[in-house]
């Protein structure tokens, strides 16, 4: 690739390139995938598509430069392609596409993040009557909600869990995929996510730091040290 692009992004095996105001596409050996006529590319090498604009046309399309589906840009506004889904957004409100276009889970969240391997997605509705301003949940790809949107704190998931506030204890604990309290929210505080070991911190009603087990076993108190007793 010679040395005359102002800008370059590299997605794989894929290279995004800008000249002259347009984006194309080589392969990392320097080959032309899609000539420079783009006003805007990004690609998305896991699922070997990339959105793109040119002209009038806005949506997605195939590493050969196939419109796979067009949105109207002024209605829709799209964002990345993870585990076959297309987070959007309509009227400031978040939801998804599948990989031809499809609305399947309508715009209807005042936030939302990208689908995980774990095929769940964090969104979020505000709510008025809460000092929190967002109140968090997790759906499916169905668009059903594994975990309601009622959730002060909750967090994305991490080897497989995710810590949460629970509504009705006020006291914190650890989600699984489906929804079940895996470490049920006994705790009034915890560090965050599991960590490399697979357990975790947590402050317990005896005032002390507690070490847990990713089962919620109580391995001991935790000194000012860190170390466990």
Request: glycine share 8%; hydrophobic share 30%.
């Amino acid at each position: 690739i010679p040395v005359e692009y102002p800008s370059l992004t590299v997605d794989s095996n894929l290279v995004v390139v800008y000249k002259n105001l347009k984006y194309g596409l080589q392969d990392i050996t320097g080959k032309e995938l899609l000539p420079l006529e783009y006003n805007s590319l990004t690609t998305f090498s896991k699922e070997k598509v990339a959105r793109a604009e040119k002209g009038s046309q806005y949506g997605f399309i195939d590493l050969k430069g196939n419109w796979i589906f067009e949105k109207t840009k002024s209605v829709f506004t799209l964002y990345d392609c993870f585990n076959g889904m297309i987070k959007c957004k309509v009227n400031y409100k978040y939801g998804y596409l599948d990989m031809k276009g499809n609305e399947v889970i309508i715009t209807k969240y005042d936030n939302a993040e990208d689908f995980s391997q774990n095929g769940l997605a964090r969104v979020a509705k505000s709510n008025a009557d809460s000092k929190y301003k967002m109140h968090y949940g997790y759906i499916n790809k169905k668009g059903d909600e594994v975990i309601p949107t009622i959730y002060e704190t909750l967090s994305l998931f991490k080897n497989d869990l995710a810590y949460a506030k629970d509504t009705e204890t006020n006291r914190f604990g650890y989600f699984d995929k489906t929804g079940k309290w895996a470490i049920k929210p006994i705790y009034l505080n915890i560090s965050n996510h599991l960590d490399r070991y697979g357990g975790s911190r947590v402050k317990m009603t005896d005032d002390k730091l507690h070490y847990i087990s990713r089962t919620g076993k109580d391995i001991g108190t935790i000194d000012i040290m860190g170390t466990s007793t």
